[in-house]
């Protein structure tokens, strides 16, 4: 059975830092492009930032470009999100993705591409 289990969220002050991770079981990831997706209340859900199954490319939303850094470690199945220059507008809760066509070039940017979601962990910033 595949899963997907994020860790790492929490409550944190404007301007802090947080690390978000995704672990994956079930079967080996490092084949799969990955991803987070954040959705707050009342907004729209964002794919905030994409990962190639090489971590050799990555895609960030305008709204968390220069402040968010996506990575994977292939060996531990696990991709990471630092959060960095956190703003009170990043509280949401936040899930990682995987698109399980291997090898898939590049990097996925739309919702009905990737195959398998985690549960989520909850961010929230403070002012």
């Known amino acids: 059975q595949v899963q997907l289990v994020e860790s790492g969220g929490g409550l944190v002050q404007a301007g802090g830092s947080l690390r978000l991770s995704c672990a994956a079981s079930?079967?080996?990831?490092?084949?799969?492009?990955m991803g987070w997706v954040r959705q707050a209340p009342g907004k729209e859900r964002e794919i905030v930032a994409a990962?190639?199954?090489?971590?050799?490319?990555?895609y960030y939303a305008d709204s968390v470009k220069g402040r968010f850094t996506i990575s994977r470690d292939n060996a531990k199945n696990t991709v990471y999100l630092q959060m960095n220059s956190l703003k009170p507008e990043d509280t949401a809760v936040y899930c990682c993705a995987a698109d399980l066509l291997p090898r898939r070039a590049g990097v996925v940017t739309m919702f009905s591409q990737y195959d398998y979601w985690g549960q989520g962990t909850q961010v929230t910033v403070s002012s």
């Open positions: 079930g079967r080996t990831f490092s084949s799969y492009p």
């Open positions: 990962i190639s199954w090489s971590g050799g490319s990555t």
